[in-house]
């Protein structure tokens, strides 16, 4: 079975939990985040883009939220 999620979301929350998730596009990323941003540790908020080009990861062009 594929698994055709293309954001992954590693992310501390306030009481010391860990989020995990998977996204399947910027917008239900994007919704994600705002409905869990008052949980959230923003500065602890790591988002890995799967089909990031390689030239990209390297020169770390991303800003994704």
């Known amino acids: 079975m594929e698994n055709t999620s293309r954001y992954v979301v590693n ?5 010391g939990e ?3 998730t ?3 596009d ?7 985040i705002h409905n ?6 923003m ?3 790591i988002i890995k883009d799967k089909k990031q080009s ?4 390297w020169f770390g062009l991303k800003k994704l939220y």
């Open 18 to 20: 860990t989020y995990y």
């Open 43 to 45: 500065d602890e908020l």
């Open 54 to 57: 390689l030239f990209s990861k």
């Open 11 to 15: 992310a501390l929350g306030k009481g």
């Open 22 to 24: 998977l996204c399947k």
């Open 36 to 41: 869990n941003r008052e949980k959230l540790v």
């Open 26 to 32: 910027k917008q239900e990323l994007q919704t994600w």
